[in-house]
C-alpha cells in the first residue's frame, strides 16, 4: 500500500495532496452524474422537478466547488500540523486495530459527520447566520450534481471542520479516512442530482427510512426551512424537521 507517513508530516504537501483528492473525486462522481444523467432521454422519468437551473448557475456552483477545496486543502495542512504535534489519533499500522476496527471506523465517521452536519447545517439556517455562512449553497434552488460543494468561505470551514474533529476523536487510518471522504463525495452529489433513483416504498420501508434520498436534499433547496440532515434521516425525525409531505412527495416519483 502507498505509504502516506511521509506525506502528513509536510503540512503543505499534505495539503495539496487534500486538495487533489477532493477535486479529482469531485470532477469524477459530478462529471460522471453530469455527463450520464443529466437531461438524459433514459433518465427523464427519475427527474424530481423537469425543470433545470441556467447555466450560469451551474457555472456558478462549479466555481464554488472549486474555491472550497482550497480551505478543505488548509484543513489537510491544519491536519498535518496536528499529526506532528501528536495531537491526532491518525494511525499508520493497519494491523495495530485490525480490520473489524477499520470498517467500523468508517461507518462512526459518517454518524459522526451526519450529526454534525445537522447541527452546524441547522445553526447556518439562523436568521442572523444565513447570509453570512449558507445563502451561497442555497442561490442553487434547483441544484446540479456540481452544487455539491459550492459554498461561501465560511461555510467551507465549518464543513472542512469534521476532519480535524475525526481524527481528534477516535483512532482512523488514512484509508479509512479516504474511503469516508469518497463516500461523502458520493452521496453529496446524490443529494444534489436532481434525480430520483431509489425504489417506491423507500421512505417507508421500516430500515430505508433512516437513510436520507436525493428527493430529501433537493426539496430541502426548495423549501429551506426543513429537511436538514446528510446521509441519515434520523435527526429530521426526532426534531420532526422533515417536510410535512417528504413522503407524499417522494411518492409522487415513485407511485
Ligand atoms: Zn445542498
Ligand atoms: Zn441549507
Not at 121 to 147: C, D, G, Q, T
Not at 165 to 182: D, E, G, R
Not at 214 to 222: A, E, I, P
Request: hydrophobic fraction near 45%.
Amino acid at each position: 500500500m502507498f505509504d502516506l507517513s511521509f506525506l502528513i508530516q509536510k503540512p503543505f504537501l499534505f495539503g495539496f495532496f487534500i486538495f487533489g483528492i477532493v477535486l479529482i473525486r469531485y470532477l469524477l462522481f459530478a462529471g460522471l452524474a453530469y455527463l450520464i444523467v443529466w437531461k438524459r432521454k433514459w433518465s427523464d422519468k427519475f427527474r424530481i422537478r423537469q425543470i433545470y437551473p441556467d447555466q450560469k448557475i451551474i457555472l456558478y456552483e462549479f466555481l464554488n466547488s472549486i474555491h472550497t477545496f482550497i480551505y478543505f486543502a488548509l484543513t489537510g495542512s491544519f491536519i498535518s500540523y496536528l499529526y506532528n504535534q501528536g495531537l491526532t489519533q491518525i494511525y499508520m499500522d493497519f494491523d495495530r486495530f485490525g480490520g473489524l476496527y477499520f470498517t467500523a471506523s468508517i461507518f462512526l465517521a459518517l454518524i459522526v459527520h451526519d450529526t454534525y452536519f445537522y447541527w452546524t447545517h441547522r445553526f447556518m439556517h439562523l436568521k442572523k447566520i444565513f447570509p453570512y455562512f449558507h445563502k451561497v449553497h442555497h442561490k442553487s434552488v434547483n441544484p446540479s450534481p456540481w452544487a455539491a460543494f459550492s459554498f461561501h468561505p465560511l461555510e467551507s470551514i465549518v464543513e472542512a471542520g469534521i476532519l480535524p474533529l475525526l481524527v481528534l476523536l477516535f483512532p482512523l487510518h488514512p484509508y479509512a479516512l479516504s474511503i469516508f471522504l469518497a463516500v461523502m463525495t458520493l452521496l453529496n452529489v446524490e443529494g444534489h442530482l436532481g434525480y430520483e433513483f431509489y425504489p417506491k416504498g423507500f421512505t417507508r420501508h421500516f430500515f430505508w427510512k433512516y437513510f436520507n434520498t436525493s428527493t430529501h436534499h433537493n426539496m430541502h433547496h426548495q423549501f429551506f426551512s426543513c429537511n436538514y440532515g446528510l446521509y441519515f434521516n434520523w435527526w429530521d425525525q426526532i426534531m420532526k424537521t422533515n417536510h410535512k409531505n417528504y413522503h407524499s412527495y417522494f411518492k409522487t416519483m415513485r407511485p
